[in-house]
């Protein structure tokens, strides 16, 4: 069964910086566009960043210019690595392919906790 396990959260200081993991299991990692989600309490997950199997990168507006995403194809893991974070930054991350009709390939993993202070 195909499975994600992200990792890498923590609670750190506005400014501060993170690098969350997400490891895959299964051969279709590499032919699949990845993205990293994020839920803040109370909110519904929201799409930051997402990476082509080529390596074409987008992130959102919201954490553009901070947060850069990337991926290691040998290791089916992508990357998600967060700077000068702030305190809205906080939520629980999780990883996953992009929605094709409403579905995602992989079932959701645990996600990681980021908690950011002020």
């Known amino acids: 069964q195909v499975q994600l396990v992200e990792s890498g959260g923590g609670l750190v200081q506005a400014g501060g910086s993170l690098r969350l993991s997400c490891a895959a299991s299964?051969?279709?990692?590499?032919?699949?566009?990845m993205a990293w989600y994020r839920q803040a309490p109370g909110k519904q997950r929201e799409l930051v960043a997402r990476?082509?199997?080529?390596?074409?990168?987008m992130t959102v507006n919201s954490v553009k210019g901070r947060f850069t995403i990337s991926r290691d194809n040998a290791k089916n893991t992508v990357y998600l690595q967060m700077n000068s974070l702030k305190p809205e930054d906080t939520g629980v991350y999780y990883c996953?392919?992009?929605?094709?009709?409403?579905?995602?390939?992989?079932?959701w993993g645990p996600g990681t906790q980021v908690t950011v202070s002020s």
């Open positions: 996953n392919s992009l929605p094709s009709f409403g579905s995602y390939f992989y079932s």
């Open positions: 990476i082509s199997s080529e390596g074409a990168t």
């Open positions: 299964g051969s279709t990692f590499t032919i699949k566009t």
